[in-house]
């Protein structure tokens, strides 16, 4: 059984900064992409960053110079560092992984709220 578990959520004031970790269990992490979206009160979930097995990476265009996603295969664990936080960047951030084989695998975290005070 594939588990993701969400950490380092919190209260910042604007331009400061935090780290979310994910821990992954139960899939081969180092060959998964990995990816961390947000969803913010009364919206859609939104993809915010991807990582592929490769450490290719990818960003949409609102964090891109402020969120930095990376991985470290030996902790089984992805990262975003999210500096330079804005009121905007509130919302609960998710990590996923998903892949296909003969079906679709998706799995995601439980979340870790993001708050950002002007």
């Known amino acids: 059984q594939v588990q993701l578990v969400e950490s380092g959520g919190g209260l910042v004031q604007a331009g400061g900064a935090l780290r979310l970790s994910c821990v992954a269990s139960g899939t081969i992490f180092s060959v998964r992409t990995m990816y961390w979206y947000r969803q913010a009160p009364g919206k859609q979930r939104e993809l915010v960053a991807t990582?592929?097995?490769?450490?290719?990476?990818n960003y949409v265009d609102s964090v891109k110079g402020r969120f930095t996603i990376s991985r470290d295969n030996a902790k089984n664990t992805v990262y975003l560092q999210m500096n330079s936080l804005k009121p905007e960047d509130t919302a609960v951030y998710y990590c996923?992984?998903?892949?296909?084989?003969?079906?679709?695998?998706?799995?995601w975290g439980q979340g870790t709220q993001v708050t950002v005070a002007s």
């Open positions: 996923n992984v998903r892949w296909m084989t003969t079906r679709m695998y998706d799995y």
């Open positions: 990582i592929t097995s490769g450490g290719s990476t």
